[in-house]
Every structure is written in structure tokens, then in C-alpha cells.
């Protein structure tokens, strides 16, 4: 059932997030093709397919809708997203935004999660560092689902789970309205140095830990996240990015191999940052920064 099926809705790539054609193909005129419905005229093999109870509960797992909410991560749609991404951001609900890619709102295996889209490096040939902390799990860790990856693609999809109410640790640093009194501060760093031993026993490490990769969620439970900077400790000989300046280690700025110190060393800029709400080096250029940490000597603040 499913070649005829496939050949009537992906007989060209279809965006996921695209809209609905005047006269879908197979369909009752002007009926959107969706997971609810499928009845293809012609095709004697093809039945009423039902799909997962979640899927039934959201309007938006449609192939070619209107407004898409939640994105159904299935095959075609896994495709489209490793060729072309994210191409319309306006019909889906994303959650977060930066320079690593775009995470939205999406259904997979009959369940809610957060899903990560990624502009490969040239350099990745269809490889994301995710994958290092696939299987990883801990209260004050974000679960990685799964990793998607190909090679010859242009994008990696990284399915995560979603965390429906919570904040990056930095938005509430840089909100004033919220103090953050000295047990608090040590109940963050305690969580926050929670994950990172689990993550170290694991033989994983985190290489980029900052504000803005920790997620603060219900119960004032922090994650760590973002593992896109990752690498596991038997892989120690190969490349690896820098990661953010001012929380990087010296011996990392002098292209040393990584180890768990490195991630100590960002801990520790992170405690000062939430104690006296601003960071170390803050008012130094990139430059400056590296000659002040390597030559082991210390700025005027």
C-alpha cells in the first residue's frame, strides 16, 4: 500500500510546511491531503488509513496545510527537512532561534517533541555532534531522541524532548526583573554541576556550556543542552570547534586537547555570571580576551 500512496503525494519533493493546492492530487476537490483521510480514486489498493491518537488530537500533520503547529516527523517529511530545512518558519511553532539553526514544535512516533534543524558545515559531511549524547539520561540533561543525518544533504535534524514551559538560563539573567537570591544561585549551580558529572562519566563532553545552553524548566529544574560542540573523551585526537570565547578554557584557546577541565573552567565563568549577573571579559574584544587567558595575566575590571 504504501508505493501507490507515496507515488500520488511525493511524486516531487513537497515542502511540509507548504500550502494546500487549489485541487490536491487524489483527493475530493479542495479536501486537504492529511493523515486523517487518505482515499485515492483509482488506486483499488489504498484504504482509509488511521493514524496515532496524537496525530488525531492535532489539527497540523497534514503534508500541505494552511497552518502547521506541530510538524509530523515522518519520512517524506525527514527528507525535505535534510534538503531544504525550515523553508517557512511562519506555519510552524518554533521554539527557539540562533546561529546553530531553528527548533520547532513537532510529532514523532505518536509523541510531542522539539525538533532541531541544523545548516550543516561543510566540514560535517553529514554528521552532527548530537549524536555523542544519544542514550545520555539524566533529570539536569535535555534527552536527545534520536539524530538524523546524511551525507550529501544540507541539513541535520535533531529530535529532542519537549520541555513545554521553560526559559534559557541567560534570558533570566539578562531579565532584571527577576533576582536571583544565593540559594538559588547554588541550586542552579548544583543541577548544572549535576549534569555535567553525569555527562563526564558517560565519557561525553560538553565543550560549549554557557547561560544560553542551560534550560531552566518546571520546578526550577536546570537541563543542560545544546551537545552540537560535544565530543566524547575516546575521540579526543579529532577536530573540534572552539565553542564561545569568553567561557572557553586556556589550554583550549591554545589548541590542546579537550578534557573534562575545559568544562570546569565554563562552569566556573557560568557561577560568576549568575552571582554578580555579568560575565568576565565582557567589555574586551574576542582578541584581547584569548591574550589575557593564554599570557595567564588578568584585566583591570
Known amino acids: 500500500m504504501s508505493t501507490p500512496i507515496r507515488r500520488a503525494l511525493f511524486s516531487k519533493v513537497i515542502s511540509p510546511l507548504s500550502k494546500s493546492p487549489n485541487e490536491p492530487i487524489g483527493t475530493v476537490k479542495n479536501r486537504p491531503i492529511s493523515a486523517r483521510y ?60 540562533g546561529a546553530f539553526g531553528t527548533v520547532v514544535s513537532g510529532v514523532y512516533k505518536d509523541s510531542r517533541v522539539a525538533v532541531k534543524v541544523v545548516k550543516l558545515r561543510t566540514h560535517q559531511d553529514g554528521e552532527l555532534r548530537e549524536k555523542n549524547a544519544l542514550g545520555l539520561n539524566h533529570k539536569n540533561v535535555i534527552k536527545i531522541i534520536d539524530v538524523i543525518c546524511k551525507a550529501n544533504t544540507n541539513y541535520g535534524v535533531v529530535l529532542m524532548e519537549y520541555l513545554g514551559r521553560c526559559r534559557h538560563l541567560q534570558d533570566i539573567l539578562d531579565d532584571r526583573a527577576v533576582s536571583l537570591s544565593s540559594a538559588t544561585v547554588i541550586k542552579y549551580g548544583l543541577d548544572i554541576c549535576a549534569g555535567l558529572h553525569y555527562c563526564h562519566s558517560n565519557n561525553v563532553l560538553h565543550l560549549d556550556l554557557k547561560p ?15 551537545f552540537g560542540n560535544s565530543q566524547r573523551v575516546d575521540c579526543s585526537n579529532e577536530d573540534f570547534c ?8 586556556p589550554e583550549l584557546l ?6 573534562a577541565k575545559c568544562d570546569i573552567y565554563s562552569f566556573g565563568v557560568l557561577l560568576w555570571q549568575m552571582r554578580y549577573r555579568e560575565i568576565p571579559y565582557s567589555n574586551l574584544h574576542g582578541n584581547e580576551v584569548v591574550v589575557y587567558k593564554v599570557s595567564s595575566t588578568h584585566p583591570d575590571f
Open 38 to 97: 487518505l482515499n485515492f480514486e483509482g488506486s483499488p489498493k489504498c484504504k482509509k488509513l488511521k493514524p496515532p491518537s496524537l496525530a488525531q488530537e492535532v489539527n497540523d500533520v497534514c503534508i500541505k496545510v494552511p497552518s502547521c503547529k506541530k510538524l509530523l516527523i515522518n519520512t517524506p517529511n525527514k527528507d525535505h527537512l535534510l534538503l531544504s530545512g525550515i523553508s517557512s518558519p511562519k506555519n510552524v511553532n518554533v521554539l527557539g532561534k
Open 212 to 226: 544560553a545552553n542551560v534550560l531552566l524548566c518546571d520546578g526550577d529544574i536546570c537541563k543542560l543542552c545544546d
Open 242 to 249: 572552539l565553542g564561545t570565547i569568553l567561557y572557553a578554557a
Open 254 to 259: 591554545m589548541g590542546r586537547v579537550p578534557t
